[in-house]
């Protein structure tokens, strides 16, 4: 799950408290912790693709980089995340998809309302990412909507989150995922999920599908089970701050500068438009570091949805620059 430029997608809280730092400013705390593991275990292959000096390295050895450039198809059943590692155009695409716990045993302090969300680096840059964190106690409403499902790369029923809070770090309702079916070849891959946080209140499990379909095509597709009523949805992807985004005849393409990274075109009857720093409702922000709040760009596609309907979106990468 770290990308060619050693990046990691943000999952759940983080306010970056560490106990033994060697630099007064933010460090890459998740890549010194891997090169402690490769320098201990002499497993090279843990090591980070960038390797920084650190005061650790006095005690445990400095790791000579990995540099990683095949394709790696891991699945967590327990932990909840399939990561997929794929080279398309000559660019690093980094999959992630969460099919796991809300958190950290029974009381999820610090999980977060993102059941089959979805995170994509392209390139050794996060593209798709997770709102973060921001705030705690002090956060207040805040901290309600970066925790919220409406923050996430995933649908979103009636405005509501998948599981429900009750305070800063406690939860009235959490939903459980289970993962579906997996494939790994590097041509036909998928993986394939869905949780029953919406089952109770509305009678409908959301299944999620992300499924490598084509030479430059990854098909993600939401759809409903159960026996509800048509209910007002919305599937939200939020876009890194820094990236531009805008609307063409094939969809919705992510890009920097004049390379194209993404396009995102939408299959079926959802109508879609961006939304980014709004206040009212808490819509399209994003928290880079703790205490730290940026207006993003948050495209969103929504529209009734009942029992056997499904959104498709096929998701391009692999432009040619």
């Not at 060619?4 to 890549?31: F, K, M, W, Y």
């Not at 650190?54 to 990561?83: E, K, M």
């Not at 610090?110 to 995170?119: E, I, K, N, P, R």
């Not at 940026?294 to 959104?311: I, K, N, P, S, T």
């Amino acid at each position: 799950m770290t990308d060619a430029a050693g990046n990691q997608p943000r999952i759940g809280d983080d306010d970056e408290g560490r106990v033994l730092c060697s630099l007064p400013g933010p460090e890459g705390h998740v890549n010194v912790v891997l090169g402690y593991l490769a320098a201990t275990t002499q497993r090279s292959d843990l090591a980070p693709p960038n390797v920084e000096p650190h005061l650790g390295h006095a005690l445990f050895g400095a790791p000579d980089p990995s540099r990683r450039s095949d394709f790696t198809y891991a699945s967590f059943p327990s932990g909840g995340y399939t990561a997929v590692r794929e080279w398309r155009g000559g660019k690093e695409n980094l999959w992630v998809m969460d099919h796991g716990p809300l958190g950290y045993l029974s009381i999820a302090a610090h999980g977060h309302a993102d059941a089959l969300s979805l995170w994509l680096h392209i390139d050794g840059r996060p593209v798709l990412v997770d709102a973060g964190t921001y705030l705690y106690h002090s956060g207040r409403s805040w901290r309600e909507h970066f925790r919220a499902t409406t923050a996430h790369n995933t649908l979103a029923m009636a405005g509501e989150s998948s599981s429900l809070t009750a305070g800063a770090f406690n939860w009235s309702h959490k939903a459980e995922c289970r993962l579906l079916e997996t494939a790994e070849a590097a041509e036909h891959w998928l993986v394939e999920a869905e949780h029953d946080g919406y089952a109770e209140r509305f009678g409908y499990y959301h299944r999620r599908r992300l499924e490598r379909i084509g030479k430059e095509t990854v098909q993600l597709t939401d759809s409903l089970h159960g026996q509800g009523i048509d209910e007002q949805v919305e599937i939200g992807f939020l876009i890194a701050p820094g990236l531009d985004l805008r609307r063409t005849a094939d969809g919705w393409m992510v890009s920097t500068q004049d390379k194209r990274l993404l396009l995102i075109a939408h299959v079926g009857r959802l109508h879609g438009w961006v939304e980014t720093g709004l206040e009212e409702p808490r819509r399209g922000w994003h928290s880079p570091a703790f205490g730290q709040r940026l207006a993003a760009q948050r495209l969103v596609f929504a529209g009734r949805m009942g029992a056997g309907d499904a959104a498709i979106f096929n998701l391009i990468t692999g432009f040619q620059t």
